[in-house]
């Protein structure tokens, strides 16, 4: 059954392919709401969590026994941890897990950037054990919750999924994208994996019955939370972390969705996963609409009756501008799209609580974003791609482009032998052209090569005799075009220079 044209992700009256699923994280606030729509779409959910961000009991999860209320549905929950290996590989030996949602990670930036091993080997290494064991039961089908933090600083918005990765402000969303690489890798080395990684933006709202939302047992790291506890009286005001920002309002802009509209994404996936072998893809989830810190609290507001006293502190370190979303992918293929206003996502709080709120503005947290948000369409098809570091990034290169034809002619020149050519389909992965500006190693350290291509190769000649003819084959998989080096850094600071010639490397 064909999947486009649907807005929430659900194929009505058909029977989902994955029975089973295990969701990592099932206990947490987007975990929770996804469970809710897995059991309405029909799957069986398996839930694991090792309350790391939410709160337990001995029983097990408040939240999922919330959602069996929700749903009349049965949740089998098991308290876990993906760094113990043998308890997740029981745990897939006990269950025929078809497919993995995965959630399971710390996610507070701030705490990330204090304590970057804790994040690394959580969610890092667990995600390493999860695929392994994954893979020694045979189960390929994996949707990954990531993140927009993986885009780091915008480039341009909105954002889409072809934007720039890799600049990143803080350890967290490093784990995401340091992920997110991991399954590159993965899918083009074993084509048997079937991935999507969905990035979303700034989640917010709870599910309509108000019996589930976030229930954190550390600092709330969403902007909600902190709204609901000054209108609850828990906080006299709400800290706002930078009003200089280049916005109209002086806050930083996010891409507000519904936790609910996310929880159908991630069903509308899991639907593409069960109708096509997709390798691995990437999805952008949001609203495709910024909307400033001060524009939410106004709303809020509205929505509640409330009033929300701010208390303006410093940007914290990493925090982004601005930040919203393109997810035009993620309508055309999921067939997914919100459905959600942003009064929606804060009317659930007045019905459930009766309260409004304020806000205190403080410092910016170490590794918090400014704003981000995407739509890169019209930028990849007339701007296409642009280098993001700088020759001073680069390491040591010398200043000379020479193609792979170039020094075979120069080899034929030298030896005066003749290489036949035989050309393949380029490699994946092969980079087209890579060379270096060592203008800087020159100038401060005194240094420049001194040997031509025809004295790199000439030493065959003379200490072998012999002439070597040339077959091309396709390249090969991760082979780089062109790539040297300038060490004249080296050579300053470190007192270092190479001693030994080319004819005595090829001795």
């Given at each position: 059954?064909?999947i486009?044209g649907?807005s929430?992700?659900?194929i009505?009256?058909?029977?989902?392919?994955?029975k089973?699923?295990?969701v990592?994280?099932?206990?947490?606030?987007?975990?929770?709401?996804?469970?809710?729509?897995l059991?309405?779409?029909?799957?069986?959910v398996?839930?694991?969590?090792?309350?790391?961000?939410?709160?337990?009991?001995?029983d097990?999860s408040p939240?999922?026994?919330?959602v069996?209320?929700?749903?009349?549905?049965?949740?089998?929950f098991?308290?876990?941890?993906?760094?113990?290996?043998?308890?997740?590989?029981d745990?897939?030996?006990?269950?025929?897990?078809?497919?993995?949602v995965?959630?399971a990670?710390?996610?507070?930036?701030?705490?990330?950037?204090?304590?970057?091993?804790?994040?690394?080997?959580?969610?890092?290494?667990?995600?390493?054990?999860?695929?392994?064991v994954?893979?020694?039961?045979?189960c390929f089908?994996?949707?990954?919750?990531s993140?927009c933090?993986?885009?780091?600083?915008?480039?341009?918005?909105?954002?889409?999924?072809?934007?720039?990765t890799?600049?990143?402000?803080?350890v967290?969303?490093r784990?995401?994208?340091?992920?997110?690489?991991?399954?590159k890798?993965?899918?083009v080395?074993?084509e048997?994996w079937n991935?999507?990684?969905?990035r979303?933006?700034?989640?917010?709202?709870?599910?309509?019955s108000?019996?589930?939302?976030?229930?954190?047992?550390?600092?709330?790291t969403?902007?909600?939370p902190?709204?609901?506890?000054?209108?609850?009286?828990?906080?006299?005001?709400?800290?706002v972390?930078?009003?200089?920002?280049?916005?109209?309002?002086?806050?930083g802009?996010?891409?507000?969705?519904?936790?609910?509209?996310?929880?159908s994404?991630?069903?509308?996936?899991?639907?593409?996963?069960?109708?096509n072998?997709?390798?691995?893809?990437?999805?952008n989830?949001?609203?495709?609409?910024?909307?400033?810190?001060?524009?939410?609290?106004?709303?809020?507001e509205?929505?509640?009756g409330?009033?929300?006293?701010?208390?303006?502190?410093?940007?914290r370190?990493?925090?982004i501008?601005?930040?919203?979303?393109?997810a035009?992918?993620?309508?055309?293929?999921?067939?997914?799209?919100?459905?959600r206003?942003?009064?929606?996502?804060l009317?659930?709080?007045?019905?459930?609580?009766?309260?409004r709120?304020p806000?205190q503005?403080e410092?910016r947290r170490?590794?918090d974003?400014?704003?981000?948000?995407?739509?890169?369409?019209?930028?990849?098809a007339?701007?296409?791609?642009?280098t993001?570091?700088?020759?001073?990034?680069?390491?040591v290169?010398v200043t000379?482009?020479?193609?792979?034809k170039?020094?075979v002619?120069?080899?034929?020149?030298v030896t005066g032998?003749?290489?036949?050519?035989?050309?393949?389909?380029?490699?994946?992965g092969?980079?087209?052209?890579?060379?270096?500006?060592?203008s800087?190693?020159?100038?401060?350290?005194?240094?420049?090569?001194?040997?031509?291509?025809e004295?790199?190769?000439?030493?065959?000649?003379?200490?072998?005799?012999a002439?070597?003819?040339?077959q091309?084959?396709?390249?090969r998989?991760?082979?780089?075009?062109?790539?040297?080096?300038?060490a004249?850094?080296?050579?300053i600071?470190?007192?270092?220079?190479?001693?030994?010639?080319?004819?005595e490397?090829?001795?």
């Amino acid at each position: 059954m064909g999947i486009h044209g649907r807005s929430n992700g659900h194929i009505e009256g058909a029977m989902p392919r994955f029975k089973t699923i295990l969701v990592t994280g099932g206990a947490g606030y987007i975990g929770s709401h996804c469970v809710v729509d897995l059991l309405q779409s029909g799957h069986e959910v398996v839930a694991i969590d090792n309350f790391a961000n939410v709160v337990g009991d001995d029983d097990g999860s408040p939240a999922l026994r919330k959602v069996e209320e929700i749903t009349g549905k049965k949740v089998t929950f098991y308290r876990a941890d993906l760094l113990d290996k043998p308890q997740i590989n029981d745990l897939f030996d006990k269950h025929s897990v078809e497919c993995v949602v995965h959630f399971a990670a710390l996610k507070a930036v701030g705490e990330s950037m204090a304590q970057p091993l804790l994040y690394y080997q959580n969610n890092v290494l667990g995600m390493l054990n999860l695929l392994e064991v994954m893979r020694s039961h045979s189960c390929f089908q994996l949707v990954f919750s990531s993140s927009c933090t993986v885009y780091g600083e915008p480039e341009r918005l909105p954002i889409t999924e072809e934007h720039p990765t890799g600049k990143i402000t803080n350890v967290y969303g490093r784990t995401k994208y340091f992920i997110e690489e991991m399954l590159k890798d993965l899918s083009v080395a074993d084509e048997r994996w079937n991935i999507i990684s969905l990035r979303y933006f700034n989640p917010v709202g709870a599910h309509p019955s108000g019996l589930i939302g976030e229930d954190p047992t550390k600092e709330f790291t969403n902007l909600m939370p902190f709204m609901a506890q000054v209108a609850l009286g828990k906080k006299p005001v709400l800290t706002v972390f930078g009003n200089d920002y280049n916005t109209p309002d002086g806050t930083g802009v996010r891409d507000y969705i519904h936790v609910m509209d996310l929880a159908s994404g991630h069903v509308a996936a899991l639907n593409l996963l069960s109708a096509n072998h997709v390798g691995l893809k990437v999805y952008n989830l949001g609203t495709g609409k910024g909307v400033s810190v001060k524009q939410l609290v106004d709303v809020f507001e509205r929505v509640t009756g409330t009033r929300i006293p701010l208390q303006y502190e410093a940007r914290r370190l990493g925090d982004i501008t601005a930040m919203w979303a393109d997810a035009s992918l993620a309508r055309t293929e999921l067939g997914w799209t919100t459905t959600r206003s942003v009064e929606e996502m804060l009317d659930v709080f007045e019905r459930v609580t009766g309260t409004r709120i304020p806000l205190q503005y403080e410092a910016r947290r170490l590794g918090d974003i400014t704003a981000m948000w995407a739509d890169a369409s019209l930028a990849r098809a007339e701007l296409g791609w642009s280098t993001t570091r700088s020759v001073e990034e680069m390491s040591v290169l010398v200043t000379q482009l020479v193609s792979v034809k170039q020094l075979v002619d120069v080899f034929e020149r030298v030896t005066g032998t003749r290489i036949p050519l035989q050309y393949e389909a380029r490699r994946l992965g092969d980079i087209t052209a890579m060379w270096a500006d060592a203008s800087l190693a020159r100038t401060e350290l005194g240094w420049t090569t001194t040997r031509s291509v025809e004295e790199m190769l000439d030493v065959f000649e003379r200490v072998t005799g012999a002439r070597i003819p040339l077959q091309y084959e396709a390249r090969r998989l991760g082979d780089i075009t062109a790539m040297w080096a300038d060490a004249s850094l080296a050579r300053i600071e470190l007192g270092w220079t190479t001693t030994r010639s080319v004819e005595e490397m090829c001795q």
